[in-house]
């Protein structure tokens, strides 16, 4: 008789959402839960020979480490752990003697796919069963996937899988390949089914494979609340009550929602996952999610945008995340665009000698507002604002590097515009050349304010004071005076961004004199 197990990733690709640091405490609790709820195998996190462990973290050097969070009652379930190929030496591993994982989950590319099988077949011979994860399935044709499928035959493993890596396969593309598998990998071998939720069908997907008429047995991978990289995966809670009807299943969804309330909730908190516009994009163009993660970090870009960007990709490129690839990507599609200097001369003229007041929108420009009134009506200040127009004082200039905000603008207001050659633009003052006002931050190396600073130490300004400049909160409502320009974003982007925000303008201060006139409520005052 057919049997269906249910595999949870929580502590696994969960991990990516919070560096996998879950507290050990809470490791133990919810490989507990998962046991409660009869889950039938738990993955307890990543194993790497290189790392340095510690016990917060399902990061892992030994499986001695893992076994720590294995409670006593195994209750007859499999524990597992994931090794990339090339990243642990399978010689090394102790002989299998039931105190720590079952299991090894071996994943390889496909260009390391000899590499990867011999891996698995040494994994084997210490007595671990072997779960083969042959990443990207898509990237494979037909007759590649049947060599591999070939191959697998011969070290006959625990489990070979299908993995939707980028969250792009429709049912059509899964029972293509469930059908290729069926036929052609010994009966013996299970087969797995990993998913991701970019376009919103990791559930429909892994019901479609449960109903499907077979004899063979099936694993289908899930986690805690979604929890994993870019949109997340399989929810564990939805599963557990679809196989509880549909295929006898066993399953407990109470000790699930204790840890969603207990544990991982807390993490959506600070990190949220789950469908977005940039995942979508990337799987729709079969492209590995941190691109779109990377992309969606910048909050330069228009939808439109990320799609030209993505492509713009070498095919060869979408499937291991290059982050030096993505970033030249990035800046070369905004380096793009024409320079306009008409009024250059004129404007290091008026800005020669004089003090500059430079407002962004942060919300200290709405609480102090007053005191950025009465000293725009000193003598000798030129007033710019950045990336929107500040409603309380007749700016001279707006600065904007943004094509989002430029495109709100009102029309009437772009003759007063100082942009960014990204942005393509008609009727402006002047247009400067992006890549020269890049900064040397990576987190900031095209933050508007930073830029608008750079533009101005280069056009002879004698100080500027800031105004607006406050960093970002985690509370995204705590961000802006127009509640309209808030965006939402990872808690490690945002500190990221504060702390190169203060490294940035700490180095400008060497070119010009910085000051704050507003108190700045997330980046350290010069």
């Not at 006959?156 to 593309?173: L, N």
């Amino acid at each position: 008789m057919r049997r269906v197990q249910l595999l949870d990733c929580t502590l696994r690709d969960g991990g990516y959402c919070n560096d996998c640091h879950f507290g050990f405490e809470n490791e133990k609790k919810i490989v507990n839960g998962l046991v409660e709820s009869n889950i039938d195998v738990i993955e307890c996190g990543f194993f790497k020979e290189s790392i340095e462990y510690d016990s917060d973290y399902t990061r892992f050097n030994s499986l001695e480490q893992v076994g720590r969070i294995i409670p006593q009652n195994r209750g007859g379930k499999i524990f597992v752990v994931l090794a990339d190929y090339g990243k642990f030496d399978p010689k090394k591993l102790p002989d299998y003697n039931g105190a720590s994982v079952d299991g090894i989950r071996v994943a390889f590319h496909k260009k390391d796919m000899i590499g990867g099988l011999e891996a698995c077949q040494k994994v084997k011979e210490k007595g671990y069963k072997v779960f083969v994860q042959a990443m990207v399935s898509v990237a494979y044709t037909d007759e590649e996937f049947l060599e591999l499928i070939s191959r697998v035959n011969e070290i006959e493993p625990y489990a070979f899988y299908i993995v939707d890596s980028f969250g792009m396969m429709k049912r059509k593309d899964l029972t293509r390949l469930f059908y290729i598998v069926e036929h052609n990998l010994k009966p013996c071998i299970w087969i797995g089914f990993h998913s991701h939720n970019n376009l919103q069908l990791a559930y429909s997907n892994a019901q479609s494979l449960v109903d499907m008429q077979t004899n063979r047995n099936l694993i289908v991978d899930s986690s805690v609340y979604g929890m994993g990289r870019g949109a997340g995966n399989l929810n564990t809670e939805l599963f557990v009550q679809y196989l509880n009807e549909n295929a006898d299943g066993k399953y407990k969804l109470k000790p699930l929602l204790e840890i969603i309330d207990d544990i991982i909730n807390d993490f959506y908190q600070k990190n949220y996952w789950g469908y977005s516009l940039a995942n979508y994009l990337s799987a729709s163009h079969n492209a590995h999610p941190n691109y779109a993660g990377y992309l969606d970090d910048r909050k330069t870009l228009t939808v439109g945008d990320m799609n030209e960007i993505f492509e713009m990709m070498d095919e060869q490129k979408k499937y291991i995340f290059d982050r030096t690839y993505i970033e030249e990507l990035y800046l070369r599609y905004m380096a793009t665009g024409n320079v306009q200097e008409e009024h250059k001369d004129e404007l290091k003229k008026q800005l020669n000698g004089k003090t500059v007041l430079l407002v962004a929108p942060g919300k200290s420009s709405v609480d102090e507002q007053e005191k950025i009134v009465d000293f725009s009506s000193k003598e000798n200040v030129v007033t710019i604002s950045v990336n929107f127009c500040y409603p309380e004082i007749d700016v001279n200039y707006i600065f904007l590097s943004n094509l989002r905000r430029f495109r709100e603008l009102e029309p009437e207001k772009r003759c007063k515009c100082i942009v960014t050659s990204n942005i393509p633009a008609d009727n402006i003052y002047l247009q400067l050349n992006y890549r020269d006002l890049l900064s040397n931050v990576q987190e900031v190396r095209d933050n508007a304010g930073l830029m608008a600073v750079k533009f101005l130490s280069m056009y002879g300004a004698k100080e500027i004071y800031l105004a607006g400049f406050d960093g970002y909160a985690h509370d995204a409502n705590e961000n802006y005076g127009d509640s309209r320009l808030a965006f939402v974003t990872r808690n490690a982007v945002l500190d990221a961004m504060n702390e190169g925000m203060t490294k940035v303008l700490r180095s400008y201060c060497n070119e010009i004199p910085i000051r704050f006139l507003t108190r700045p409520r997330n980046i350290m005052i010069l």
